[in-house]
């Protein structure tokens, strides 16, 4: 059964600390999205890739966040340094990169920045 | 632009009530439509979609139908169970190479 794969799936962390997450997409989905979700804010569109390349981050704070795929199964999203405010879940999603197609979402990554 | 508009939560209704979540959507072109559901504690999972107008998507009793003419695609259920209770989120794929664009989600409670 074909999924999305995140870790950690929990983190806590303290401020000014490096946090990373990690993505494995789906097997031959050449699209990766990285979303947050917060009470306030909903579901927020942080960066996305297709064929490793990103075509929009500006959703990202630029100063302490970056999101990079090494390769085509793995996408780092990475925060330093983290601040409270950053305390969310973090959602990787990848898709077939067709029109109409179903984008598929791992199970988040649940960070906390105290 | 490409937005998404849904119903304010939260929904509450006892079980076997019918449901329906209104979602309308701005979009340039011609969008395909989704609902997504998030359980407690999980990640979002594809519910129901459909990709042309007049199409019907339907899943777990839910059902859903592109309405171009109103640009609606809210969703419904005849009779919900305590199971459902989730966050729903109506999304639209505006097509090309741009992301999907979700509403800010309405949780719906059933209560027994």
């Known amino acids: 059964d074909a999924r999305v794969t995140q870790t950690p799936r929990h983190k806590v962390t303290e401020m000014g600390q490096e946090v990373t997450m990690r993505c494995q997409p789906i097997?031959?989905?050449?699209?990766v999205f990285w979303y947050r979700q917060t009470m306030m804010q909903g579901l927020e569109l942080l960066a996305y890739?297709?064929?490793?390349?990103?075509?929009?981050d500006s959703g990202m704070p630029k100063d302490r966040f970056s999101a990079e795929m090494p390769d085509a199964t793995l996408a780092t999203l990475k925060i330093q340094p983290s601040e409270p405010r950053d305390s969310a879940v973090y959602f990787c999603?990848?898709?077939?990169?067709?029109?109409?197609?179903?984008?598929?979402f791992g199970e988040g990554s649940w960070l906390t920045v105290v | 632009g490409n937005s998404v508009t849904q119903m304010e939560g939260p929904v509450t209704l006892s079980e076997e009530a019918f449901l329906t979540i209104n979602c309308t959507y701005t979009?340039?072109?011609?969008?395909?439509l989704f609902w997504y559901v998030q359980y407690p504690g999980e990640g979002l999972q594809l519910l129901l979609k459909?990709?042309?107008?007049?199409d019907k998507g339907s899943n777990k009793g839910f059902e859903a139908t592109y309405r171009k003419e109103t640009t609606s695609f809210h969703l419904e259920k005849g009779s919900v169970q305590v199971s459902d209770s989730a966050v729903y989120f109506c999304?639209?794929?505006?097509?090309?190479?741009?992301?999907?664009?979700f509403g800010k989600g309405t949780r719906l409670s059933v209560i027994a």
């Open positions: 999603a990848s898709g077939p990169g067709q029109g109409g197609n179903t984008i598929y």
């Open positions: 097997l031959g989905h050449n699209t």
């Open positions: 890739f297709r064929n490793r390349a990103p075509l929009d």
């Open positions: 979009a340039t072109g011609y969008p395909s």
């Open positions: 459909a990709t042309k107008a007049d």
């Open positions: 999304a639209l794929l505006p097509g090309g190479n741009t992301p999907l664009v």
